[in-house]
Every structure is written in C-alpha cells, then in structure tokens.
C-alpha cells in the first residue's frame, strides 16, 4: 500500500469513526424525542379528558340552571294565580254584601 492509500484509508476510518459517532448520538436525540412526545401525548389525552368531564358537567349544571329557573317561574305564576283568586274571593264576597 503506498502512503496516499495509507493516508486516504486513515482519513476514511476517522470519517467513519465520526459517521458512527454522529449517528449514535441522532439515535439518543431520537430516543429522548420520543420520550417527550409520549409524554406530551399522555399529558394531552389526560388534558382532553378533563375538558370533556368538564364539558359534561358545565352542560349539566346549564340543564339544571334550565330546571330550577322553571320551578321557579311555576312557583312565582303559581303566587300571582293565588293572590288573583283571592283578589276575586274579595270581589265576589263585597258583591254578595
């Protein structure tokens, strides 16, 4: 082997030497990488599942809200209906006087 072989085959086993080193350290990144988009994956679906609960529960607090507003305004008609008939109970007994 003559000295340019000898020179070209050392300046290739450094390159190569720096290749592997280079794609050591891409599969490291690589694996960190993954971990993180698994953990922001688990992180997002947790998240979804509390806005859904969350969504759940505001639609049924808005159902209730929907309920107690009619009973009250049951209650309320139920009030005015009464103090008309009374208010008619009067009428009617000054006319029977």
């Not at 049924?60 to 009030?79: C, D, G, I, W, Y």
Request: aromatic content about 2%; charged content about 35%; hydrophobic content about 40%.
């Amino acid at each position: 082997m003559t000295e340019d072989q000898k020179r070209l085959l050392a300046v290739f086993e450094v390159r190569l030497h720096d290749l592997i080193v280079l794609c050591e350290q891409q599969r490291r990144e690589i694996n960190e990488l993954r971990t993180i988009l698994s953990s922001k994956d688990e992180a997002l679906r947790i998240a979804q599942e509390e806005i859904e609960a969350l969504n759940a529960k505001c639609d049924n607090l808005l159902t209730a809200r929907v309920f107690s507003t009619n009973e009250e305004e049951m209650r309320n008609a139920k009030q005015r209906l009464s103090k008309l008939v009374r208010e008619v109970d009067k009428c009617i007994t000054l006319m029977n006087e």
